[in-house]
């Protein structure tokens, strides 16, 4: 068996756009080259890997199982170019809003400062849409607020965070601690449904409060902590989120009754089948080093 890593390269290049025209294009190959590989790659695994319908290619069974092990064949063939040429590696790291608009920032800074040579894409969305893209190798890592049940990904605990209710400093509440009854209503913004945020609150809260005077969704914390602090409303954020505005006096902290601290857990995932690349390990070698930095 001769399998080229062009055979893997035009494989991946179909499923990405899920036709031989489009495939050659990508490639700067002709159709021709593109369907010969594909062929050549079909009879030499004696697997079908697409279905036929009209012009269109669509993925089987044989065709996922092949496509992590041809990712991570071209990628640790980009590395070993890499080691001898000026050519970039790629990172690609999802995370959840919270995550990566206050956490992997100091991150990111400093593995830009240690590996400049390494290209760095940061994807930022909410929890949900970070396990899809993880499932679907759209990103080699993810990192997400609160646990994960794909089958399909690793997820292991990565760091610990605070919640903390809030309000504008001019709400009657501001700095009490108050009943369940009392916060139950209150007029809530809260995040959209799907985000890491919006799960925890409803795991801690939902259960002494039984329903949220729900009168906003918004998708980002940015525009929720501005909101609440010009309204007569309140909400659950992480601690890193709203620290600005606390100590400013923009915004105060609320205490429910019998609940001293809301903690939870933010975890790290990542495919089953993804190739743990050398720039990525690095990546997580420097996490390692921030984390215990800022804990120190």
């Known amino acids: 068996m001769n399998i080229t890593l062009r055979q893997l390269e035009v494989f991946l290049a179909v499923i990405d756009t899920q036709s031989t025209t489009r495939g050659a294009e990508k490639l700067s190959l002709s159709q ?3 369907s010969s590989a594909l062929a050549d790659l079909e009879n030499q695994l004696g697997v079908q890997l697409f279905e036929r319908a009209g012009k269109r290619l669509i993925v089987n069974e044989n065709a996922r199982l092949l496509f992590p092990q041809a990712q991570a064949l071209l990628e640790q063939a ?3 170019e890499n080691l001898f040429s000026s050519g970039r590696s790629m990172l690609r790291i999802g995370a959840s809003t919270t995550i990566g608009n206050y956490l992997l920032p100091a991150v990111i800074a400093r593995y830009r ?10 994807r930022v969305a909410n929890s949900a849409d970070i396990a899809e893209a993880v499932a679907n190798f759209d990103v080699d890592i993810g990192f997400i607020e609160g646990p994960c049940h794909r089958i399909e990904l690793e997820s292991q605990l990565w760091r610990q965070d605070e919640m903390l209710l809030f309000c504008a400093a001019s709400h009657p509440l ?9 916060l139950a209503e209150c007029q809530w913004i809260l995040r959209e449904s799907g985000s890491g945020t919006r799960e925890v609150v409803e795991q801690l809260l939902l259960p002494q409060l039984h329903h949220f005077n729900l009168v906003m969704e918004l998708g980002n914390s940015e525009a929720i902590k501005h909101a609440v602090s010009h309204s007569q409303t309140v909400s659950c954020l992480s ?13 105060a902290t609320l205490q429910l009754e019998g609940v001293p601290q809301m903690k939870r857990q933010l975890y790290l995932i990542r495919h089953k089948q993804k190739h743990l690349s050398r720039s990525l390990q690095v990546f997580l070698d420097v996490e390692q080093k921030v984390a215990a930095e800022l804990q120190s």
Not at 114 to 119: L, M, Y
Not at 174 to 182: H, M
């Open 32 to 34: 021709s080259a593109v």
């Open 113 to 122: 400062e240690k590996f400049p040579g390494i290209q760095l894409e940061l």
């Open 239 to 251: 601690k890193v989120v709203i620290a600005e505005q606390l100590e400013t006096g923009r915004i």
């Open 78 to 80: 980009q590395e070993l």
């Open 174 to 182: 501001a700095g009490k601690t108050i009943s369940a009854e009392q």
